[in-house]
Nanobody
Framework: VQLVESGGGLVQAGGSLRLSCKAS????????MAWYRQAPGKERELVAF???????NYADFVKGRFTISRDYAKNTVYLQMNSLKPEDTAVYSC????????????WGQGTQVTVSS
């Protein structure tokens, strides 16, 4: 299993970024996919996940600002992040899991997102 994230970077508050996660070695169509984040000194937290059939779920702190999507042809999951805040600064990692998102198996190395005020 390999999950490779990209798209992170430095952005000003209010700006946008789009993260990508390319999956290989899994049956992508049968897996839910998720985005997690971990800020320095804090626990890893679930940001959003999308089930194998495309149902999206979001943490309250990103609702209305972030959108998760997936491209089955490219085995890729995306996270569009708008209206970014300094508190969104973290390493963002994707994960694969059971079809309904109740269990998570593997995490990628992550991509750094830094939001300046």
């Amino acid at each position: 299993v390999q999950l490779v994230e990209s798209g992170g970077g430095l952005v000003q508050a209010g700006g946008s970024l789009r993260l990508s996660c390319k999956a290989s070695g899994i049956a992508f169509i049968f897996n839910a996919m998720a985005w997690y984040r971990q800020a320095p000194g804090k626990e890893r937290e679930l940001v959003a996940f999308i089930t194998n059939v495309g149902t999206a779920n979001y943490a309250d702190f990103v609702k209305g600002r972030f959108t998760i999507s997936r491209d089955y042809a490219k085995n890729t999951v995306y996270l569009q992040m708008n209206s970014l805040k300094p508190e969104d600064t973290a390493v963002y990692s994707c994960a694969n899991g059971g079809p309904d998102g109740s269990t998570w198996y593997t995490w990628g190395q992550g991509t750094q997102v830094t939001v300046s005020s």
